[in-house]
């Protein structure tokens, strides 16, 4: 069983940088492939970003390619969500989610765990 945990979310402006983390407790995440996924309010979730076991890949939506990088540090079981030049339409809840699978990284349906999510807000 894993369980995640987001942090780091908040109210930042337009411009600026916020970083988020994802901890897991049981199971190490290295046995996973690792998203993030955001919701705003009225509006479906969607693919952020995500990485697969080893790190040496990684999958962006177009919207935030360029200004967010995701990492993972597997010894700390540990996922980052680097977001920099932030824009209002980057506010949302952001969840992380943990998949056995590789094959859709972008699809929700590819996870099997989810945490609770941190909230961010960009101010204009």
Same mark, same amino acid.
């Given at each position: ?59 962006? $939506?177009? @919207? ?6 995701? @990492?993972?540090?597997? $010894? ?11 824009? $209002? ?8 989610? $943990? ?24 101010? @204009?």
């Amino acid at each position: 069983q894993v369980q995640l945990v987001e942090s780091g979310g908040g109210l930042v402006q337009a411009g600026g940088s916020l970083r988020i983390s994802c901890a897991s407790s049981g199971r190490t995440i290295s046995s996973y492939a690792m998203g993030w996924f955001r919701q705003a309010p009225g509006k479906e979730r969607e693919f952020v970003a995500a990485i697969r076991r080893g790190g040496g890949l990684t999958r962006y $939506a177009d @919207s935030v390619k360029d200004r967010f990088t995701i @990492s993972r540090d597997n $010894a700390n079981n540990t996922v980052y969500l680097q977001m920099n030049s932030l824009k $209002a339409e980057d506010t949302a809840v952001y969840y992380c989610a $943990a998949g056995a699978t590789e094959w859709f990284l972008r699809s929700a349906s590819n996870y099997d765990y989810w945490g609770q999510g941190t909230q961010v807000t960009v101010s @204009s």
